[in-house]
C-alpha cells in the first residue's frame, strides 16, 4: 500500500469531510464506521466472498435466460448480422462501465455499493435516485424470475397437474433461507450454480461449433449458408433499408436486457476478502467474457438456425423453458433427439440462480440506503453473521408479486414489468458512468494519481464519456417501436410507452426532489472525500494478506485453483 496513500487515510479528520458534513444532513456521512442503528444491532456487513465466490459471481451475472432464450426473438426479428453486432457493442459499452466500477470499487470497497460511489464522490441526490431505481429494479425481476422457474417446471409438469404458485412458493421459500444463513453459505451455493451455469454454456457454444462444421447427425456443414439465404440482416416493421436498420436497432435493446445483472460485482464489494485485488480481477476479466459466452454464442447460433426458420418463429412465441430457445431449434435442426429435457434442467438452475443472487442484490441495495439515512434505521440492522435481516425480508415480500401470474392474464401486466426493469438497468449503468466521471475529476483535483490506484480503468474517463452518450441513446430509443407502430398503423401503444419510459422521469423526480429537500448538495472536486474509511479497509486488507501469508486461510478453493480458475 503507498504509503502517501496510508498517511492521508486518517479519515474522519480530513478537511474535506469537515467541510461538507455542514451542506448535508449527518445521515449523508459515509456509512463505513459501525455504529448503533437503534435496533440494539450493528451494521457491518461480513466480508465472506472469496476471490473465487467474486469470480463466478461476475460470470453468473452475466449469464442469463436473456442470452439462452431472448436471443431467439432477437434472431428472429432483425438476423444473424444484426445481433453480432448489437452484442458485440453492448457488450464493449458493458466492458466500459465495469471499468469505470472496478476504478472505484478498488480505490474505496463500500458496503453500499455504487450507491455510496454516488453519494461520496458525485451529489447525493444522485446516490439516493440511484439506490431506489436500482432497488426498484431487483424487486421487480425477482418475481419475475420465480414466475420464470415455475413455468420452466410446466415442461414437465402442466400447470392442469399443479398450480404453478406451488412452484413458486417453494422457489421464494429456499432462495430466502440461501440469503438467510449468511454471505458465506451465499457465496457457496452461488459459485457452485455459476460454476454449472459456465459449464453448460460452454457446451452450448461447442456443440454449436461441431454443428456449424457439419458434427451432427444430418452431416450438414453449414458455415456461413444462411448468411446468404434467407441473409444476414431481416427487415423489422418497415421495408428495404429502413426496415434492416429497425431490425438492428431493436436487437439493441433485446442485448442491453440481456447484459443487465454484468454490474452486480458492485454490490459485493461490501462483503469481499481482500477487495483490491478480487475486484479488479473479475473487471479485468469481464471483457473475455463478453467475447466467449456472448459475442461468440450469438454468432455460432447465426450459423445453425436462418432467421425464417418456423420452428425459430414457435420458440419466440413460448413461454422460458427449453421450448423458447434458439439453441435447442439449432438441435432439432440438426437431428439431435432427447437433448431438449437435459438443457430444460439448466435453463431451471439458470433462472433459479438469478432470483437468488436477484433478492441477494435487492436486500443489499435497501441496506445501503439505510445506512446512509435514506431507508428506515432498522433496515441497517445485521445479525452476528452480517445478514440485514430486516432488509432481506423486505425485499422477500415483494417476491409475492409472483404469485399475479398463476393468472394467464397477468402475464401480461408481468410482462410490461420487464419492459420498466430494462430502463431502469439502463439508468443505472449511466449513473454508474457520471459517477466516475465526477470520482477522476475529485481524484485530479486533489492530486491521486493513477500510479497510486490499485485499478484503472483502461480507457480512462473518456471511455466513461463515450459509454455515457451511447446509453444515453439507447435509454431515449428504446422503445421506439412504440412511434413507428403509431405511424404505420395509426395506433399508439401507450402501455408499452409508459411502462418503458416512466423510469426516466421517476429518476429525474427523485434528483429534483431530493435537490428541494436538501439544497446545495453538490460536492466540489477539492472537497470530494476520498479518504474516510479508507484506513480501516487498509488495515483489513493487510490482515487478510498477513493470515494468507502464514497459510491461514483455508484450503477449500483447491480444486477451483487447481482446475477451473485457469479457464478463465
Aim: glycine residues 10%; aromatic residues 14%; hydrophobic residues 45%.
Amino acid at each position: 500500500m503507498n504509503s502517501t496513500l496510508s498517511h492521508r487515510a486518517g479519515g474522519d479528520t480530513s478537511p474535506s469531510s469537515n467541510s461538507h458534513s455542514e451542506k448535508i444532513p449527518q445521515s449523508e456521512q459515509s456509512e463505513i464506521t459501525t455504529k448503533d442503528n437503534g435496533v440494539g444491532g450493528h451494521n457491518d456487513l461480513h466480508r465472506g466472498l472469496k476471490a473465487r465466490h467474486i469470480t463466478m459471481i461476475a460470470i453468473g451475472g452475466a449469464i442469463g435466460t436473456g442470452l439462452i432464450i431472448g436471443t431467439g426473438s432477437a434472431l428472429a426479428r432483425a438476423g444473424p448480422g444484426s445481433i453480432l453486432i448489437s452484442y458485440t457493442i453492448v457488450g464493449f459499452l458493458v466492458y466500459l462501465v465495469m471499468c469505470a466500477l472496478g476504478e472505484m470499487a478498488a480505490w474505496l470497497p463500500l458496503g453500499s455499493g455504487f450507491t455510496g460511489y454516488a453519494t461520496r464522490f458525485c451529489d447525493p441526490a444522485l446516490g439516493f435516485a440511484l439506490g431506489y431505481t436500482y432497488w426498484f429494479k431487483y424487486i421487480i425481476v425477482t418475481p419475475n424470475q420465480l414466475t420464470a422457474a415455475a413455468l420452466v417446471i410446466q415442461y414437465w409438469v402442466p400447470r392442469e397437474k399443479v398450480n404453478p404458485g406451488v412452484w413458486i412458493t417453494v422457489f421464494l421459500v429456499v432462495i430466502i433461507f440461501i440469503n438467510y444463513f449468511g454471505i458465506r453459505f451465499f457465496g457457496e451455493f452461488e459459485f457452485w450454480l455459476s460454476s454449472i451455469k459456465v459449464v453448460t454454456i460452454v457446451a452450448l457454444i461447442l456443440l454449436s461449433l461441431v454443428l456449424a462444421l457439419g458434427g451432427g447427425p444430418d452431416h450438414d456443414r453449414k458455415g456461413f449458408r444462411y448468411w446468404k439465404d434467407p441473409g444476414a440482416f431481416n427487415t423489422y416493421i418497415a421495408k428495404g433499408d429502413k426496415g434492416r436498420f429497425l431490425g438492428l436497432w431493436s436487437t439493441f435493446v433485446t442485448a442491453t436486457f440481456a447484459y443487465l445483472g454484468t454490474e452486480l460485482v458492485g454490490v459485493t464489494v461490501g462483503e469481499a476478502q481482500n477487495p483490491r485485488k478480487t475486484i479488479p480481477r473479475a473487471i479485468k476479466l469481464t471483457f473475455y467474457r463478453i467475447v466467449i459466452f456472448y459475442v461468440l454464442s450469438v454468432f455460432l447460433l447465426g450459423m445453425l438456425v436462418p432467421y425464417n426458420s418456423d420452428e425459430l418463429i414457435f420458440a419466440t412465441k413460448a413461454k422460458s423453458s427449453a421450448a423458447a430457445s434458439p439453441f435447442v431449434v439449432a438441435i432439432r435442426l440438426s437431428g439431435i433427439p432427447h437433448l431438449a429435457g437435459i438443457l430444460n434442467a439448466c435453463i431451471l438452475l439458470f433462472v433459479f440462480s438469478a432470483s437468488n443472487s436477484d433478492l441477494y442484490i435487492a436486500s443489499r441495495t435497501i441496506y445501503g440506503l439505510a445506512c446512509e439515512g435514506r431507508a428506515p434505521a432498522f433496515l441497517a440492522y445485521t445479525d452476528r453473521r452480517g445478514v440485514p435481516t430486516y432488509a432481506l425480508g423486505l425485499s422477500s415480500l415483494f417476491g409475492l408479486l409472483a404469485f399475479m401470474n398463476v393468472s394467464d392474464d397477468s402475464k401480461v401486466v408481468f410482462g410490461y414489468f420487464v419492459n420498466l426493469v430494462t430502463i431502469f438497468g439502463i439508468l443505472t449503468w449511466i449513473s454508474i458512468l457520471v459517477t466516475h466521471i465526477y470520482f477522476v475529476r475529485a481524484r485530479r483535483a486533489q492530486g491521486i494519481t493513477d500510479d497510486q490506484l490499485a485499478y484503472t480503468a483502461p480507457f480512462g474517463v473518456w471511455g466513461s464519456y463515450g459509454a455515457l452518450i451511447s446509453c444515453s441513446i439507447i435509454a431515449i430509443f428504446k422503445n421506439f417501436n412504440v412511434f413507428t407502430y403509431s405511424k404505420s398503423y395509426g395506433s399508439f401503444d401507450y402501455k408499452n410507452f409508459i411502462t418503458g419510459y416512466l423510469g426516466i422521469p421517476l429518476y429525474l423526480i427523485m434528483i429534483v426532489g431530493y435537490k428541494l429537500r436538501y439544497p446545495n448538495t453538490g460536492i466540489p472536486a477539492s472537497q470530494v472525500d476520498l479518504f474516510t474509511g479508507k484506513e480501516k479497509i487498509d488495515r483489513e486488507e493487510e490482515e487478510y494478506l498477513r493470515k494468507k501469508a502464514l497459510k491461514i486461510d483455508n484450503q477449500r478453493g483447491l480444486f477451483y485453483k487447481t482446475f477451473v480458475a485457469w479457464l478463465f
